[in-house]
């Protein structure tokens, strides 16, 4: 154990963000996400959710300045009678972490998961939220 780290950071997950470059992406997936049939990399936290896991990761993470949208959410699929309340909390977190960077965009279904393909890695949560994915683009560590 080290001091100051969220104890929901695996030893794994740390090494996937240490690795991580520039422009790259990295998926904290839902629950219902097809996390093992899409990740190259796939990092289990089945129990936890989505806005632990999310805030954990922000800490450390840099959002891409080199792009208007370095978050993407998967936009609800028209027909579905639902408004994700979830993203509301996404938006606090990252505004908390970095209040300049909450641009987001919203990605259709498929599109996401392809998307999602290319990503550096997804994290599969436990989350039962639904559209509760979120995709992020690594920026520069400007310290």
Known sequence: MLK?????LSPELLK???EMGHGDEIV???GNFPSANIAKR???LDGHG???????VMKFFPLDTYTDTPIALMEVVPGDDIK??????YRNIIRKHEPDRCNIEFVDRFAF???AK?????IATGESAVYANILLKKGVVKE
């Open 50 to 56: 989505v806005p632990e896991i999310l805030d954990a």
């Open 16 to 18: 996937i963000l240490m």
């Open 84 to 89: 994700p309340v979830i993203w509301d909390d």
């Open 113 to 115: 998961y392809e998307r």
């Open 4 to 8: 100051g780290i969220p104890s929901v």
């Open 118 to 122: 290319d990503a550096y890695a997804v």
């Open 42 to 44: 796939l990092v289990r």
């Open 28 to 30: 904290i997936a839902d």
